[in-house]
C-alpha cells in the first residue's frame, strides 16, 4: 500500500491543476482499476521520491514512453511507488501543449 498523489490538470496552458493525495492505494492493481477509480483519462509518473522535477510548472513533457502509465500494467510495473506523485489530464490536450508549451496569463 502506497501513498499516491495525482495532479489533475484541467488546462496547461492556464496551469489549472489540482492535487489530490490517496492514502492506501494498492500498487498491485491495474493502471486501468486506478483510472476507473478517479476517472477515465491519462496518467503520466511527474515525480517520484528523491528525484528530479521538471522546469515546467505544469508537467514533465519528456520520456512520454516511459512515464506515461499503460492500461494492462500494474500501478507497481509502471514505476509508481509510495510518494509517486502522478499527472492526469486529458491525452489530447496534452499533444496539443506539447507542441507548442507557452503558458497563459
Given at each position: 500500500?502506497?501513498?499516491?498523489t495525482v ?39 511527474s515525480h ?58
Open positions: 500500500m502506497a501513498t499516491v495532479r489533475l490538470i484541467r488546462s496547461f496552458e492556464h496551469r489549472n491543476l489540482k492535487h489530490v493525495v490517496y492514502h492506501e492505494v494498492d500498487l498491485s492493481q491495474s493502471v486501468s482499476n486506478f483510472k476507473d477509480f478517479i476517472k477515465n483519462d491519462t496518467l503520466k509518473i517520484k521520491p528523491h528525484g528530479s522535477k521538471s522546469n515546467d510548472p505544469v508537467i514533465n513533457l519528456e520520456n512520454d514512453e516511459g512515464l506515461i502509465l499503460k492500461d494492462d500494467q500494474t500501478l507497481a510495473d509502471s514505476g509508481v511507488e509510495d510518494e509517486t506523485e502522478i499527472s492526469f489530464f486529458k491525452l489530447e490536450d496534452y499533444e496539443v501543449y506539447k507542441k507548442n508549451p507557452h503558458l497563459a496569463w
